[in-house]
């Protein structure tokens, strides 16, 4: 690379750099804020809080790095106009499609960073949500019992906890169960345990009694116990297998097995050929960033025309993206209409570079043309 082209990259990838941290930033926050809602209303850790955000680490990054790219080669380009620089470059001899070479240059970096993430990253991330989501769908310390407070996890069954200790102990726990269909059941403990089985999470209660009501009568009969165990699967359901589809495994992993059950070949196609696609549109953006201000003459209004048609072009490329995503989800075997996207982006910055190192008539010369 020449000194030029070295010159450009480092300056590329220094705007990428600064861009991408804010972006990403931004987005953790938004999603940490939905993340802290969503855990602490359940009563969860912030050691499970803490692992939730940086599984969605990976996604955040892949949504915010074709953008970051863009916004870099756009200013760039834009400090370059603006300092002269271009101009020099051009009065030296340099022409559109030679001073497009850093930023191709750039745009593959970018893409082999968005490669890592559709391939590896992401997948492995997605993964982790599913296994978290089903360790708190069992949590039932942090589903049905909350310390001090009265909870109904079901229809006609009310949990009371007067303390939990850092043990996981209960303390003074009350159990009232009216479920239809059975007796009208008090249980009180001076202590109780939670135990996890094969059949599902068992109540063992220490220290207390049984209160049943039975119909007709009504009959009460009151029961003691030093321990009794309380099925609290009825509660909250068996523990279903985890669902691991096709976003859930990493391209190695759906080469070497093939598609996951449930799933077709058409739709592992589809997936791998999307996972190809998108490292690519993020390399076009760079370039149809770069390339857009390169059209149109010198302008004391500066470049905001050119910028407005770089963002123009790029929601473009991002229509076709959502329009070509939404074809093929209903027809999987239509997957090699997603590289249509990105095809269309480089073809577009193409036409803009041609269209840029055309030889230009001055406008007195074209009025005094002949008709």
Request: net charge positive; aromatic share 8%.
């Amino acid at each position: 690379m020449t000194r030029f082209d070295r010159y450009l990259l480092s300056q590329l990838l220094m705007l990428f750099g600064f861009f991408a941290l804010v972006l990403v930033a931004v987005y953790w926050v938004n999603r940490a804020v939905s993340l802290v809602d969503t855990l602490v209303a359940d009563g969860q850790s912030a050691r499970m809080f803490l692992e939730f955000t940086l599984l969605a680490l990976p996604n955040v990054t892949r949504l915010v790095l074709p953008v970051a790219a863009f916004v870099a080669a756009v200013y760039a380009m834009h400090r370059m106009v603006t300092e002269s620089e271009f101009v020099v470059m051009q009065a030296i001899g340099l022409s559109p499609f030679r001073l497009a070479r850093p930023v191709l240059v750039f745009g593959l970096v970018v893409a082999m960073m968005m490669a890592v993430l559709m391939h590896w990253l992401v997948p492995e991330s997605r993964a982790g949500m599913v296994e978290r989501r089903a360790q708190i769908a069992e949590n039932i310390t942090a589903r049905v019992l909350t310390e001090g407070s009265f909870v109904h996890p079901t229809t006609g069954v009310t949990l009371f906890v007067r303390q939990i200790t850092p043990e996981g102990a209960f303390r003074d726990l009350f159990l009232s169960d009216s479920r239809p269909g059975g007796p009208r059941t008090t249980y009180t403990a001076r202590e109780a345990f939670l135990v996890r089985t094969e059949v599902g999470p068992q109540l063992v209660m220490l220290d207390g009694s049984a209160q049943s009501l039975r119909e007709p009568g009504p009959r009460l009969s009151v029961t003691s116990f030093d321990t009794l165990t309380y099925d609290l699967a009825a509660l909250i359901g068996p523990r279903g297998a985890l669902t691991i589809g096709l976003r859930e495994l990493s391209t190695p992993a759906l080469l070497r097995a093939g598609p996951p059950p449930g799933a077709t070949d058409a739709a592992m196609m589809l997936e791998l050929n999307v996972r190809l696609a998108q490292p690519l549109m993020a390399a076009a953006a760079a370039l149809i960033g770069f390339t857009a201000l390169i059209l149109g003459a010198f302008s004391r209004l500066g470049v905001w025309r050119q910028v407005l048609g770089a963002v123009v072009a790029v929601i473009a490329m991002q229509l076709l993206h959502t329009v070509v995503t939404g074809a093929v989800a209903r027809e999987a075997a239509l997957w090699p209409l997603v590289h249509l996207p990105p095809a269309a982006g480089f073809a577009g910055a193409g036409l803009a570079l041609w269209l840029a190192g055309r030889p230009r008539r001055p406008a007195a010369e074209m009025a005094q043309a002949p008709a």
